[in-house]
């Protein structure tokens, strides 16, 4: 029997989900899109598969999963039927029509995270849900150049939670920067705010959160420049207990490669 695929992107508010991945008991972004897909094509005979798996309150600008199906869509009323019936911090943004030779998990792909916060002061309650505020100020240009020694190949064991037996702990970060937040901007945002961009191909259960926590903590002055290069070099198998807050992390872009 023929099969018809399609690559649908989305965005979404994590705030009040608990991550992208079905779990029981608990309300995610896949469970409620395959809770809303029966109603919007009239049947369940239908597959869907995530490019990404995202942690609980973790928002995303874009994110990509495929839906396999028995029969063709008529994707422009199908779009706006999606949209009309998801909840509103979930959006539909493109869906594009692939073939079989496409592999969502498999085809490689690189992916963009931004990870927002301010230092200084208590923000607005309002600003909670995507960026991580700490009343104490930070050594900002110390942690600009942490930042950069993430980038290139390393042994992340050190930046990794409940790894399994078969995890690669070598990756490669092609982009770890601290910038001042021009990405994201609301009335309510503090005067001056800061988005770290991480680009790599694959990341970690909470790669990213203990990279950012560490950085954190190279701001207050808790550790130093060296702490961050040793933990790279000689890790062990004891991981990082600095987790950065989940709400401050987006994943922003998905680009498969040709």
């Known amino acids: 029997m023929k099969q018809y695929f ?24 896949h469970h409620m899109i395959d809770k809303t897909l029966p109603f919007v094509l ?11 798996r995202t942690d609980a309150m973790v928002s995303a600008n874009h994110a990509v999963f495929e839906l396999f199906l028995k029969e063709p869509l008529d994707v422009e009323l199908f779009f706006d039927t999606l949209n009309s019936n998801l909840p509103t911090d979930i959006r539909v943004i493109e869906i594009i029509p692939t073939d079989d030779s496409f592999n969502i998990i498999q085809s490689p792909k690189l992916k963009e ?11 607005h309650p309002f600003c909670a849900p995507i960026l991580a505020s700490f009343m104490e100020n930070m050594d900002i240009e110390l942690m600009k150049e942490g930042a950069r020694l993430f980038e290139g190949r390393h042994n992340f064991r050190k930046y990794c939670t409940k790894p399994s037996e078969k995890t690669n702990f070598d990756r490669i970060i092609d982009k770890c920067q601290i910038e001042e937040n ?77």
């Open 113 to 123: 995270y931004l990870y927002l916060f301010a230092v200084g002061e208590k923000c």
């Open 42 to 52: 009239g049947h369940s005979e239908f597959k869907t598969l995530g490019s990404s």
């Open 182 to 258: 021009t990405s994201y901007t609301a009335s309510f945002f503090p005067a001056r705010s800061y988005a770290c961009h991480i680009h790599g191909k694959g990341f970690m259960r909470n790669q990213i959160r203990l990279m950012m926590g560490t950085l954190f903590r190279l701001g207050r002055g808790e550790l130093g420049l060296e702490d961050i290069k040793q933990s790279l070099r000689h890790p062990d198998d004891t991981p990082l207990d600095c987790i950065a807050p989940a709400s401050g992390l987006i994943l922003n872009k998905v680009q498969f490669e040709k």
């Open 6 to 29: 399609y690559l649908i992107h989305i965005q979404y508010l994590g705030f009040r989900f608990h991550g992208w991945a079905k779990q029981p008991n608990v309300k995610t972004i």
